[in-house]
């Protein structure tokens, strides 16, 4: 609600002085000249007393009346500055994968959050298999950081296809290989920093890995276990051992005869055919619920506690259906799922090949919206860890904006949105780079708030420092979400 004083009537007045008087003034003034200045203010106490006695029952009474007040509820007082600028802090590249015009295929922050890391590989046409490859990382606090000159580089044989740093130890990355490998760096070790890796054997992915994820494990709290997904179906949960072997702990295979019926995927048999799973994201509310991307076009609930066989042979772990829930498809497959980290009812975005951003609630299959972003690929999306209502998404193309008077147009391929402005377009689009080439990878940093990697297909990684409206969270923003979803589900 707002409200508006009456007209307020205004005039213009000048003044002139017609006469003008010099004066000089000595440091030596006399004593009296100086107590004539300091001469205490005469306070008429009695009379102080006597007034506030008088008001003092009004006073009481409008003070009761203000604290009862509801007026000023989920008002938050924001001491900082308000920038209403995304600047580009860095832009991020190596020489000699761009001579190889490899592209950046993921990025991610380590645990202190000034450290980012990049992957390189091919996402495109290419002889992957026999390409080498790189991990670089950038340390953004250090002095003379030099933007085409990583602090470290780890050659690699094959195409690395994604990327994780580990949640508590800065210097472990973890790395999914196109030939199925996985494999974890340890970047404190610059002789031979390879320190686990799963080898070739029958437990290990036969096709790419596009998503490595660290998972805590329960029983050992020093250790981590690490889980991969695949496009030969299988979703495989890896334990460190002692002589640098990842063993399989457990693992999971999607396959056709686990999606129901009537939304079974179109020109693949109902029976053991895989499903290859592009994407995966895990619950931030239930450790044992996830939603993984498949190649079909659809998104999965699945369960972690699921004990049906997957009715296909394995490797030494027999594998299990964790498929739960089939959610409405895209018209192309799903390239990305991020999990809301607020929402009690799990909300999730998904993205891929159609250009379309799809809001889901995990208690329902039909999408709460679905946006059409772009006439291209949509290769990321990501929730942010600070305001439940924004979100980042990485497009092959973005819109164009005609920009008076040239009239040239433009292509934006990072998108801000924010769902309490508006959930029919992005409140913020960024052009990311000069050529016309897709972004591949988002990441938010969840220790300095307001800094976003990109990486794209030209091999530059953009950290953007995102504005305060991006990053402070509004009054009843998490009751607007709710809001929002139980509108648009009912």
Same mark, same amino acid.
């Given at each position: ?7 307020? $009537? ?11 008087r ?9 004593? =009296?000249? %100086? ?7 005469q ?14 029952? /009004? ?10 007040? +509801?007026?000023?509820?989920? @008002? ?11 600047? *580009?802090?860095?832009?991020? $590249? ?8 490899? !592209?950046?295929?993921?990025v ?10 990049c ?9 992957? &298999? ?6 670089c990382t ?14 470290? %580089? ?7 296809? *994604? ?9 472990l ?44 494990d ?11 997904v /695949? ?41 053991? /055919?895989?499903?290859?799973?592009? &994407? ?9 619920? @996830?939603?993984?991307g %498949? ?29 739960e829930? /089939? @959610? ?10 991020? *999990?809301?980290?607020?929402?009690? !009812?799990?909300?999730?975005l998904s ?6 951003? +799809?809001? +889901? ?12 972003? $772009? ?23 973005? #819109?164009?904006?005609?920009?008076p ?23 913020? &689009?960024? #052009?990311?780079?000069?050529? =016309? *080439? ?26 953007? !420092?995102?504005?305060?409206? @991006? ?8 009751? +607007?979400?709710?809001?929002l ?6």
């Amino acid at each position: 609600k707002t409200c508006q004083t009456g007209k307020i $009537s205004t005039a213009e007045a000048a003044a002139q002085s017609h006469t003008a008087r010099d004066a000089a003034v000595q440091t030596e003034q006399g004593k =009296d000249a %100086v107590q004539g200045f300091q001469q205490e203010v005469q306070v008429d106490y009695t009379g102080l007393l006597l007034f506030l006695q008088r008001v003092e029952d /009004a006073v009481i009474k409008e003070l009761n009346k203000n604290w009862k007040s +509801h007026a000023f509820d989920g @008002f938050e007082v924001n001491w900082t500055d308000q920038d209403e600028t995304v600047l *580009c802090l860095h832009t991020l $590249s190596y020489p000699e994968a761009q001579d190889q015009n490899l !592209q950046v295929t993921s990025v991610s922050w380590n645990a202190t959050g000034s450290v980012i890391a990049c992957s390189y590989g091919r996402l495109d046409d290419g002889d992957w &298999s026999t390409e080498k490859s790189y991990v670089c990382t950038w340390n953004l606090d250090r002095r003379g950081l030099n933007p085409q000159h990583p602090d470290l %580089v780890v050659d690699v044989p094959s195409s690395v296809m *994604c990327l994780a740093f580990h949640p508590s130890q800065p210097s472990l990355i973890a790395g999914g290989l196109f030939s199925g490998e996985l494999v974890v760096w340890d970047t404190s070790r610059t002789e031979d920093p390879v320190i686990w890796r799963t080898g070739m054997t029958d437990d290990t992915h036969t096709d790419p890995v596009y998503q490595v994820n660290w998972l805590p494990d329960t029983k050992h709290r020093n250790h981590a276990r690490l889980l991969s997904v /695949a496009t030969d179906g299988k979703i495989l949960v890896w334990r460190e051992e002692r002589d640098g072997r990842l063993a399989l702990a457990e693992g999971f295979a999607i396959v056709a005869q686990q999606i129901p019926r009537s939304t079974r995927l179109k020109k693949v048999a109902w029976g053991e /055919a895989a499903v290859g799973v592009t &994407s995966l994201s895990l619950s931030h509310f239930d450790a044992g619920v @996830f939603v993984v991307g %498949v190649e079909g076009g659809y998104c999965l609930r699945c369960s972690s506690r699921a004990q049906s066989p997957a009715l296909r042979p394995g490797g030494s772990v027999p594998l299990r259906a964790p498929a739960e829930l /089939a @959610f409405s498809p895209h018209a192309g497959p799903v390239y990305s799922v991020s *999990c809301s980290p607020f929402h009690r !009812q799990n909300l999730f975005l998904s993205c891929g090949t159609d250009g379309q951003v +799809h809001l +889901h609630s995990m208690l329902q299959t039909q999408p709460l919206f679905a946006l059409q972003l $772009s006439k291209k690929y949509l290769f990321c999306i990501c929730w942010s860890p600070v305001r439940p209502l924004v979100f980042a998404a990485a497009s092959g193309e973005g #819109k164009y904006l005609q920009v008076p008077p040239l009239e040239h147009k433009i292509k934006r391929e990072v998108h801000l949105f924010d769902l309490g402005r508006s959930t029919q377009k992005p409140t913020v &689009s960024l #052009k990311q780079s000069v050529s =016309d *080439c897709p972004v591949y990878c988002l990441e938010f940093n969840t220790k300095h708030t307001r800094l976003l990697a990109a990486g794209d297909a030209a091999g530059t990684v953009k950290v953007w !420092q995102l504005s305060s409206d @991006f990053t402070e969270q509004g009054p009843r923003e998490m009751s +607007h979400l709710e809001q929002l979803a139980s509108e648009i589900m009912d």
